[in-house]
């Protein structure tokens, strides 16, 4: 990999530049895969291959900053990306019971991965005479990501199996908007801080499967294995903390509150899910200084974690024809309680 930055101030002007390119090649690896099934028809299976993959990415980043005075300061930045990863691999895959072949076939694998990205932002801090701590702050950030995943299998060597070659082709796209509020008002020993925040994201994806018809010599598109998928997230917050410093002991404490609207879109089979859903999630810490610099920390906080695009995604990857991957549109938030002493 390569990569450099350049930097520069003219008057309140600031400016700063990042890129780079990288490149990563991973040799010829082998893998192993066993499973042993129980019950009144046990079966082994096993499955052994090898695989390569070339990765090449590379970025560029752009940003800039104004100070219109001491109380005001504007600030922007713009990133793009790129990559494409080549792929092939080759596995033999053998399922019998004891003696009996039940099923076995040789599958090669070739794969290329594109995908670029974009991420934009603007910032504006207001300060107050009154009180520099003071802080007033506008955002906005946008970012946005597509892939295309291309698979080409190729299967031979046939002993009870009859899964004609195929295609994978995945086409998605993320993007994700978020605006955002935040202020900051010390009274003394007390700051209060409040914010508001939303978040607007679209998923997309479009997912052909295409088997081979020996007959025509041609890839036909299998209109009950391919789906297209939109799903829409919105998520509106609202928090507001309370600090307090004594002389000894400092407290913090808050809320946040959100609202979580998801509504997601099988195009190709004309269903829907919707969900709605609120959380309130509280935070807490305090802190006693001690002698010699020492102190005593505890916190607790309630985290939430959404599922990301690629665990709701209902394409299957069927790349390894013994196996099925696949997300799931039905999952919900899952709830962290964090506590910490130090």
Known sequence: GVGGSLSTQLGKVGMSVNAGLNQYNNPSTQWITNRTTTGADPTGLDQRGWNKNNNKNGYIAYEITYEIDTLNLLSAQLNVNGSKNRGSGYQSSLLNAGENILERYNVANASIDR???RDAAVNYQKGFKADKNRLLTFSY???????????????????????????????????????????????????????LKGIMRDNKSDFQYSVFNSETNTYEVDAAMS?????????YGAYNT????????GVKAGAR????????????????????????????????????????????????????????NPFVDRSNPSFERTGNPQLRPAFVNDLQLS
């Open 227 to 235: 789906n297209r998928y939109n799903n829409t997230q919105k998520v």
């Open 257 to 312: 509150i959100e609202q979580t609207l998801v509504d997601a879109d099988f195009i190709s089979t004309d269903s829907k899910v919707k969900q709605n859903y609120l959380n309130f999630i509280p935070s807490v810490s305090i802190n006693r200084k001690l002698k010699n610099n020492s102190g005593i920390n505890f916190g607790y906080t309630k985290r939430i974690q959404r599922p990301g695009i690629w665990q709701l």
């Open 115 to 117: 995908g670029n990205g």
């Open 141 to 195: 950030r946008y970012f946005g990501y597509d892939n295309v995943q291309n698979g080409d299998l190729r299967i031979s060597d046939r002993i009870n199996y009859n899964r004609p070659d195929y295609h994978q082709v995945n086409d998605q796209s993320f993007s994700e908007q978020t605006f955002q509020v935040d202020f900051v008002y010390p009274v003394k020993k007390l700051t209060v801080e409040a914010g």
């Open 242 to 249: 309370y600090q307090y410093n004594f002389k000894s002991w």
